[in-house]
Each structure stands twice: as structure tokens, then as C-alpha cells.
């Protein structure tokens, strides 16, 4: 090939849309897109954002290369984390036109408690990890959009702190140790708080393969150490929630929880029980039968395990063993209005967001969550409109297809 022939195939090469997809992936295949077509744009204040996606391109660049890892990473390959952006592909909607939509409602009631949208904050760990208000500065931003929080209990910030800031209970998320002690005391304290809900996670009770974290952790030359603790029993102990609680890392095995661990929970506290990290029919059915109040399809973001299979994909066997007897919060891969409608439309009751607020907080702090939530419910609003829904329950299966 001659230096000209080379230069043209290079050219074409860059000009190509298949480069996004061949060589970052079909994930990454959108923001790969923008970086070829478009001059790199990276938005100096929420108000510039035109999607969510400009949140990332900001929390890509200004956080430590290795905290960027934790926020970003799947499994293995990160086949689920790609699953669960495609899943949103395969499903179109079906606009229903002139419908009278001058006053569309996100107004929506979850467990008896009403909320502004059925777009929830997903509980997602160690926020000062991405800005230095941690887990406050979404609380702020909840209180302001009239948000559901859900607060994990590996937290940067206590459950009284947030609530404070968020001026209403938050929904409380626990993983399990090994220690009964450790989860009661836990569960206690988030009751006392004022706590109505407890979000219990199933999903990585045999741990995960983060390669991608490990990967950006590997690239990252700062001592990890200096902030993390090097002993073998330093890290649950320094968050908020697992202090008085005597816990240490060794306690984190959750490998033998099973279901009999709602009825220990139900004889623990009068919150209600929503068991999240649920992707079959036959979990959904053992919900239903141990208790639960609500089920949670969750496949953590693709940071669970690598079954290559989109969490909207997951929905449907859920939403059928479950058959409207309680309600259904959904997440993973939720980036835009369209695809929480999907997900509506499908039979779920609320849709989380995880990564797509972290972005916000990381990039803007408060302000950042805040738009992300504005802009996500903005969003939703005008497909319902566009497909004829003035409120949550008019959204229904008419309105997509496969
Ligand atoms: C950085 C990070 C930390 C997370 N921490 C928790 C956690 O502490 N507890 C939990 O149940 N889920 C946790 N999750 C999973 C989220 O609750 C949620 O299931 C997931 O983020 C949804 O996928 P999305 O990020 O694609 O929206 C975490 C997710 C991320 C990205």
C-alpha cells in the first residue's frame, strides 16, 4: 500500500461510523460516534447538558483514574453492561396521536408513598468517591426534584445526615454480612432514622469479576492505600453505617444467605422489604412467597455477574410470575426518558438511575444530580406525550413492541 493509499484508508477509517462499534464496542459505540463526527465538547456548567451523556464525558475527565474504574466497570468482558444498553434497542414505541397531553403527570405512589416521578436514585456506594458532598449532595438534589433516594448502607455519608438533607426518609439498602449482629444493628439504626423501606441486594453474594476496574486501578499511580487502609479488617469499618456495629472486611461473606433471610428481616423491623438483584420468574415467585413488599430487577449495572442478559430483558418473566400482586422498581442501563417509558410500559412501577446521576455529582456536585434528574424527567414527559399518556397508569403494553 503506497503512503497515499494508506493515508485515504486511514481517513475513511476515522470517517467511519463501524470504527465506533468494531473497535470500543456497541456500549460505546454512541459516545464513540460524537468523538469522530464532532469536535470533542465537554459542557462547563449543567445547564449546557443536551443528554446525560455530556455528564459522563465531564466525570470521565475530571475524576482520579481509578474511581472513574469503580463508577465505570462491568464483569468479565462487560457483556451484561452491554446487554443492558442493547435490550433498549430491541423494543420500539408506538406513538398514539392526538391525545390531549397539555398537562402530563409523573406523579406516581410507591409503597403508599407518593412521589414527583417514578425516576429513583439507584443506592450507589462510597459517594465521595466522585465529589467530595458525597451521598448530601444527592440528597440535595432529591429534595429539590421531589426524588425517591435510595441510601446503600456502604455509604459515605450516616442515613441521619442524608435524611437531614434530604428532608424526608430515604429508602434504606443493606448488604448482608455474615454477622446477623452486624445487619441488625444496621437495620435498626436506618428504622430510627425514619426509614420506611429496606432494600435488601441479593445479587452479589458470590462476589464479581471487575476486570475493567482492575484495569483502570492498574493505570492509576496514586497510593489506593493512603485513603482505603491497607489492614485486612479496615474496610467496611470506616463507613458511617458499619460504625458500633464491630464489623470488619472479614464479615462481608454473604454466600450463605438464603430466602428464610426475609423472614429473619420481617421478624427485625416494620420497614418494608424490597429484595433487589432479581432477574428470574422463579426468584420473583420466591419474593412473592417469602414476603417481599416489592421486587427489584437489578443486574447491579452489569457489575453483578456476566449473564450477558440486558436487565429490560429480564423484566417481562418478572412482571409475569409476579402478576400485579406487588410492584416492581427496575434499573440497569437506564440512560434517557425513552427508555424508563419502555420499561413502564412493560409493568414496572419506578426505574432507578445509577451511573447516569453518579455522572451529574461527579462533573457539577448537587446542581449536577439535580439537572440529570431535571433533564430525565423532562424527557419522560414529552415521549408520553408524544405516545399519548397524561399519566403513569395510562402507560401501558399498546405502547411498545418488539
Ligand atoms: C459505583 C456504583 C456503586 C454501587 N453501589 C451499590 C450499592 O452500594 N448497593 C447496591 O445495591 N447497588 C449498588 N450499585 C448498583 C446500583 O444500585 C444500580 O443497580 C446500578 O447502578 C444500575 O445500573 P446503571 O448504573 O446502569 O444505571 C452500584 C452501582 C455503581 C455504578
Known sequence: MTALARRQFLQFLAASPLLGYTAAGRLFAEESLDAIRLPKYLIKSPADALDVFDFHNVAKQVLPTSHYGYLATGTDGNETLSANREAFERVYLRPMRMVDTSNVSLDTVLLDQSINSPILLAPVGSQKAFHADGELASARAAKTQGSLQILSNVSSNSIEDVIDA?????????????????????????????????????????????????????????????????????????????????????????????????????????????????????????????????????????????????????????????????????????????????????????????????????????????????????????????????????????????
Open 166 to 402: 434530604r428532608g424526608e426518609p430515604v429508602w434504606f439498602q443493606l448488604y448482608p454480612t455474615n454477622k446477623w449482629s452486624t445487619a441488625k444493628t444496621m437495620i435498626l439504626r436506618a428504622q430510627d432514622a425514619g426509614a420506611k423501606v429496606l432494600v435488601l441486594t441479593v445479587d452479589l453474594n458470590s462476589g464479581s469479576n471487575r476486570v475493567l476496574l482492575g484495569q483502570f486501578s492498574r493505570a492509576d499511580d496514586r497510593d489506593c492505600n493512603a485513603c482505603h487502609g491497607a489492614g485486612p479488617d479496615d474496610r467496611p469499618a470506616p463507613k458511617p453505617m458499619y460504625s458500633g456495629t464491630g464489623s470488619v472486611r472479614g464479615d462481608w461473606d454473604m454466600s450463605g444467605m438464603t430466602w428464610d433471610y426475609l423472614d429473619r428481616l420481617r421478624n427485625a423491623t416494620s420497614m418494608k422489604i424490597v429484595v433487589k438483584g432479581v432477574v428470574t420468574a422463579e426468584d420473583a415467585s420466591s419474593c412473592l412467597q417469602y414476603g417481599a413488599d416489592a421486587v427489584y430487577v437489578s443486574n447491579h449495572g452489569g457489575r453483578a455477574e456476566a449473564s450477558g442478559r440486558g436487565s429490560l430483558d429480564s423484566l417481562p418473566e418478572v412482571v409475569a410470575a409476579v402478576d400485579g400482586r406487588i410492584p416492581i422498581v427496575v434499573d440497569s442501563g437506564f440512560r434517557r426518558g425513552t427508555d424508563v417509558f419502555k420499561a413502564l410500559a412493560m409493568g414496572a412501577s419506578g426505574v432507578s438511575i445509577g451511573r447516569a446521576y453518579i455522572w451529574g455529582l461527579a462533573a457539577f456536585g448537587q446542581p449536577g444530580v439535580e439537572k440529570v434528574l431535571e433533564m430525565l424527567n423532562a424527557e419522560l414527559s414529552m415521549v408520553m406525550g408524544q405516545m399519548g399518556a397524561r399519566n403513569i397508569s395510562d402507560i401501558g403494553p399498546k405502547h411498545i413492541g418488539r
